[in-house]
């Protein structure tokens, strides 16, 4: 029998060694399935979501302020799952979109490849590796179609591109990366340092009024989880490359609550401006390839003796495990390598590979990095030192496979567009008049909200408010 979301969600707070009379607290509301899919994606979304409500409202009464109510429906929770699809701006659609050439495609060996090609170096890369055709896609599927999709991915990541074969769940579990994957629980919370015990906060209107939070993160999963400490009213400063290509229609939807600077590690003065800044943040959230931000000098440990006590919180594709934990990676090249798009074609009966209803593994991931950044806090408070946190998309892809199928998940409605409306607030931005969605997890006594609007990244200075 499937667990149930109560028992998925008390599942996570064990794990993070958090005490279990909070879970007295919650209230959890619906019924599953809610989106088209076989893997239980909305159950997902509501244990992870609650999560982070019930890690802020306990935050919020050790602080000294009032025991409270968390109260996460799961029809909500699912609308907030797709938050990048329902963006408006001043009336007009301004969702995700896709490039001209990701996708799905055929190769020459019958076996199907998903590129990612949203950024421009990833698409030229690819473009350059078949043999510098025409970006469209009747030129790459006749280039795919000379290549045995096994050797194309492996081309692909050691050109450092991003393209998954599709593999089934056995495929995938007999695969070098499948067993390092589901050795990890979806959210490893570890201490790597020591440091007194640093109390939390005195009592404030908000669960994290007077936290700081770098966030070093793009695309959806990391920005989801600084949008999330955000809304329970940490001081979040988005840390960007200028140098780096961004989608603008992720940055007005994860960006709610944040301030945003640009800083160029590769530049001395702008790497020391980092420094500073995370010599006095308690949590530097980052979510580059694997390497990348340690290579100028801000690896766990090296934060660490920075600043004693700080919680690090990690975003990969693969983990940290195995001959897959330094390739880049996005969501929809995880899932189908990971055997769920398989599965869900076969229970559909459809011969092409099919995606999840959502961003689901991005999603998730999201809400377990601020779960357990959050949990990290609390933990610092009883124990002291400094703390790492890792959250992986191949991590959570095996977690939610781990929660069971539903035989009947694939016939769900979906969203109608009334409900997915209800699940909208409007707000000012920096680039227009903004329709998006609000956050699911209900607070009585602190109710979530975000304070700052969504701005063009680099529109602050990089400094900590009141500095």
Not at 5 to 31: E, K, M
Not at 257 to 279: C, F, I, S
Request: net charge neutral.
């Amino acid at each position: 029998m499937n667990p149930t979301t109560p028992d998925i969600l008390a599942a996570l707070w064990r794990q993070a060694a958090l005490d279990p009379a909070a879970l007295s607290h919650i209230s959890l509301t619906g019924a599953e399935p809610i989106q088209p899919s076989s893997f239980r994606v909305d159950a997902a979304a509501q244990s992870s979501i609650a999560a982070t409500g019930l890690a802020a409202a306990e935050i919020h009464r050790r602080r000294g302020g009032a025991a409270q109510r968390v109260a996460v429906d799961m029809r909500d929770a699912a609308i907030e799952f797709r938050s990048e699809h329902w963006l408006s701006i001043a009336g007009q659609p301004a969702g995700a979109r896709w490039d001209a050439i990701a996708g799905l495609y055929l190769c020459g060996d019958g076996r199907w490849v998903r590129l990612h090609t949203n950024f421009p170096h990833h698409r030229d890369g690819v473009l350059r590796l078949l043999g510098d055709v025409a970006h469209d896609r009747a030129s790459v599927a006749a280039a795919l179609s000379t290549w045995r999709a096994a050797e194309f991915e492996a081309a692909a990541a050691e050109a450092g591109l991003v393209v998954t074969m599709t593999r089934s769940l056995n495929e995938w579990d007999a695969s070098p990366q499948g067993p390092a994957a589901s050795s990890l629980p979806p959210v490893l919370i570890e201490k790597i340092g020591d440091a007194p015990r640093m109390p939390l906060p005195p009592p404030a209107e908000r669960p994290l009024s007077g936290l700081r939070v770098l966030d070093l993160t793009r695309v959806i999963a990391g920005p989801v989880a600084g949008r999330t400490l955000a809304a329970h009213g940490a001081d979040v400063l988005h840390i960007s490359a200028p140098h780096l290509p961004s989608f603008d229609e992720l940055v007005m939807d994860t960006g709610r609550g944040k301030r945003t600077a640009a800083l160029d590690l590769r530049v001395p003065d702008d790497q020391a401006r980092l420094r500073n800044l995370a010599g006095s943040t308690d949590i530097f959230l980052q979510g580059y390839r694997p390497g990348a931000i340690a290579g100028h000098g801000f690896a766990p440990e090296a934060l660490a003796a920075l600043n004693p006590g700080i919680i690090c919180v990690s975003l990969s594709a693969y983990g940290h495990l195995g001959p897959w934990a330094g390739r880049r990676g996005f969501d929809s090249l995880v899932q189908n390598a990971n055997g769920m798009n398989d599965a869900e074609a076969l229970t559909a009966q459809e011969a092409k590979p099919r995606p999840l209803p959502c961003q689901a593994l991005d999603h998730a991931s999201g809400y377990l990095l601020a779960f357990g950044a959050m949990a990290a806090l609390l933990r610092r408070a009883e124990e002291g030192g400094s703390w790492l946190v890792r959250v992986s998309l191949a991590g959570t892809g095996e977690w939610l496979k781990r929660l069971g199928r539903l035989d009947v998940g694939l016939s769900a409605p979906g969203l109608a567009p009334a409900e997915i409306d209800a699940g909208l607030e409007e707000s000012a931005s920096g680039f227009g008049q903004m329709r998006a969605t609000r956050h699911a997890a209900r607070l009585s006594a602190t109710p979530p909200r975000w304070d700052l609007p969504a701005m063009p990244l680099g529109s602050h200075a990089p400094a900590w408010l009141g500095e």
